[in-house]
């Protein structure tokens, strides 16, 4: 008989109950059926695919993009009790002998893999060998030729789940329908799982967006704001992220740099010290983030546009995994959108690529401008439909918008004027009548549109340009240097067909408040204590602090302050290993030091059985020598009474069977026993 799952939730990982969406993917991967799910970062998708793996037989074998990644799923599963292991490069031989002796005895229930191990011949004949039942794909979005995390190898998973004839589990937080539908043809052979689309919002993280004006300014501003918190900026070059790091270190923060262009080992470090230390920030490019399973991420920040709408989702979605208040700011600029098309135009993907992917661009430059709720124009890409979210800066603060048609004309017209041949600062010299010696010696000052613009202020021309080129009606030329030209789009508003309404650039965000604190005035105290036991026990394990206890976990602890292992056994997120293992240590922290509890005894920490196990112990001492204390003393182990507990057998006769009892014990203590077992 299968293990109940809701019992594997409590017991194992400490959970009361699933996350929305959690169940029926739980079910449909338990049962076998062909499953992809596409939920939100830090939605729990590991979840939905380790614990049908505990309730099923055989083996599962996990395919997953990273290494860190894996490692880190490995470790938090051995936190809680859970034999798996993973075969990757990074593996010394030592690892990858323990995994293969826990494949061969049969006691590893997840076994995680590189994909790219599927091209080893022998990987197939191993895990017919070992028994897979089951394959599950982490970031199946992976798979998409054309996306921004392809991997090659994720290609030959298809085959695999031919090969092994076992049902494929894939899951993805990002994914829009053109990238769904790539995953059902390569990973399904284009039969339909069954899909689950959990939806996209993450309604706990700010959204904010903000033209730049000085943005290393902007940036340390929004920081020091948040002095403290852990979070991540993103950059769009690996040079930038060596300046804005060492400028926050300058303002006493600590933070470091990250990118692809760093030894390896360096890399690695970050890697851990992100993971380990409360407070550090990191300023990366895009090489960072995937595989970082810190739930505690507060902010991210984008110092320059991200690539695409997929990317900047995913990419926020590394703040509050934990599902506490995390914060979003992304600037952008002409600049940014100039390097984005041209990225797109000077790459190798044919003609219909490109123009998909600069689809994928407008709409992330349609959210960049947005001049209604964020969170709308964001879901709405992923189609899906809300109202105002009210945790956006423009639910704080609406835009002002106005009607720029005879504006973007006027642009338009300078832009035809001039042969396309010239970017935005010569074309606003024009429109605003700035005789400079380029716009003299090229006669630009003799053209009708010479000081149209006169009237706009320049940066508020350059805040035009800018939504323009956000709506697709201009781009820059790369084979003309970056010069702006007019697209199709804009040849209807040329004409006075289509009117165009644009923001009224206020070009710097409103400063916010940092995230309220996560516990109430008086539980911070203890919060801080549970967070310094936590760091002396990662420190002490070598592993990452969310590993011990996740922030949510110490908050609950701090708000709910048990006072026993059995109040302890309650708080979300303390299973029996972790209870075992950590649940002494923090409740010294909170109640002070407690006698210990008998490891049988701790097994039933929680449980309606551990009241009985006290009850029967109680009378157990009561009658050691018999009801007028004059008999032969008799004593039972605390495993048996485990046992009694446990089976709460109803008769004395039931009650003799049991390991460890005979009739002479079941005689003295059995009547008792039983009375205090079913009592009503």
């Not at 995230?515 to 420190?539: Q, W």
């Not at 709460?648 to 005689?667: F, H, I, N, Q, S």
Request: hydrophobic content about 45%; glycine content about 8%.
């Amino acid at each position: 008989m299968s293990p109940d799952p809701q019992q594997v939730l409590a017991r194992v990982f400490g959970f009361p109950g699933f996350r929305p969406g959690q169940a029926d993917i739980v079910a449909a991967v338990l049962e076998g059926r062909n499953t992809l799910a596409i939920m939100p970062t830090g939605g729990g998708k590991s979840l939905c695919f380790q614990l049908p793996a505990l309730c099923r037989d055989g083996v599962t074998v996990v395919i997953s993009p990273l290494i860190a990644l894996m490692r880190d799923q490995v470790r938090a599963l051995k936190a809680v009790g859970v034999e798996a292991g993973a075969l990757t490069s990074g593996n010394t031989e030592a690892e990858t002998a323990e995994v293969f002796a826990a494949l061969e005895a049969g006691r590893l229930k997840l076994l995680y893999l590189a994909p790219e191990r599927l091209a080893n011949v022998g990987t197939q004949t191993m895990l017919r060998r070992v028994g897979c039942t089951m394959i599950a794909v982490d970031e199946a979005h992976c798979v998409s030729q054309w996306g921004h995390d392809f991997r090659p190898d994720y290609l030959r998973i298809g085959e695999l789940r031919r090969s092994l004839g076992v049902p494929l589990a894939a899951f993805t937080a990002t994914a829009d329908a053109e990238t769904r539908d790539e995953i059902v043809t390569r990973l399904f052979d284009g039969a339909a799982p069954e899909t689950f689309l959990r939806g996209f919002d993450r309604p706990n993280i700010h959204l904010a967006f903000a033209a730049k004006d000085t943005p290393r300014a902007q940036i340390l501003r929004f920081v020091t704001a948040r002095r403290g918190l852990s979070g991540i900026v993103y950059c769009a070059t690996r040079a930038r992220t060596e300046t804005l790091a060492q400028a926050l270190r300058d303002e006493g923060h600590p933070a470091v740099a990250y990118h692809g262009g760093m030894e390896a080992e360096a890399r690695r470090q970050v890697e851990a010290r992100f993971q380990q230390e409360d407070g550090l920030i990191v300023v990366a490019t895009v090489a960072f983030g995937m595989g970082i399973d810190k739930p505690d991420i507060r902010w991210v920040a984008h110092a320059d546009l991200p690539k695409s709408i997929e990317g900047y989702y995913q990419e926020i979605g590394r703040a509050g995994r934990d599902g506490a208040a995390a914060e979003t700011l992304t600037l952008f600029g002409a600049d940014d959108i100039r390097l984005r098309r041209s990225q797109i135009d000077e790459g190798l993907a044919p003609p219909e690529r490109k123009a998909a992917d600069h689809a994928r661009l407008n709409a992330l430059l349609g959210l960049a401008d947005a001049t209604g709720c964020r969170r709308q124009v964001l879901l709405g890409y992923f189609g899906e439909t809300t109202g105002p979210c009210g945790n956006c800066d423009i639910c704080d603060r609406p835009v002002e918008v106005f009607d720029a048609t005879e504006a973007v004309r006027k642009a338009l017209s300078a832009i035809l004027r001039t042969g396309e041949s010239f970017g935005a600062g010569h074309l606003i010299d024009i429109l605003t009548g700035t005789t400079t010696d380029k716009v003299r010696e090229r006669g630009h000052d003799r053209l009708p549109t010479f000081a149209v613009g006169r009237d706009m202020a320049k940066s508020a021309w350059n805040a035009v340009f800018r939504q323009m080129m956000g709506r697709d009606l201009i781009r820059p030329d790369p084979e003309r240097h970056g010069a702006l030209r007019m697209t199709d789009a804009a040849v209807p508003v040329l004409k006075g067909e289509v009117p165009v309404h644009l923001r009224r650039d206020a070009m710097k965000a409103a400063d916010r408040p940092a995230v309220k604190a996560l516990v109430a005035d008086e539980d911070a105290p203890l919060l801080s204590a549970l967070k310094a036991k936590r760091r002396a026990l990662a420190e002490a394990a070598g592993v990452p602090a969310y590993i011990i206890f996740p922030d949510r976990t110490l908050v609950e602890m701090a708000e709910r302050r048990p006072q026993t292992m059995d109040d302890m056994a309650g708080i979300t997120g303390v299973g029996a290993k972790k209870l075992e293992s950590f649940g002494a240590a923090f409740l010294a922290v909170i109640a002070g030091a407690s006698e210990p509890m008998h490891p049988q005894r701790l097994r039933l920490a929680g449980r309606d059985e551990g009241a009985l196990f006290d009850r029967i112990q109680e009378i157990q001492l009561q009658l050691a020598r018999g009801a007028d204390g004059t008999g032969k003393p008799m004593s039972l182990t605390a495993s048996v009474l485990r046992a009694i507990a446990e089976r709460k057998p109803a008769t004395v006769e039931e009650l003799a069977r049991l390991p460890g009892m005979d009739l002479a014990k079941a005689e003295r203590f059995g009547p008792a026993f039983l009375d205090a077992l079913h009592r009503r």
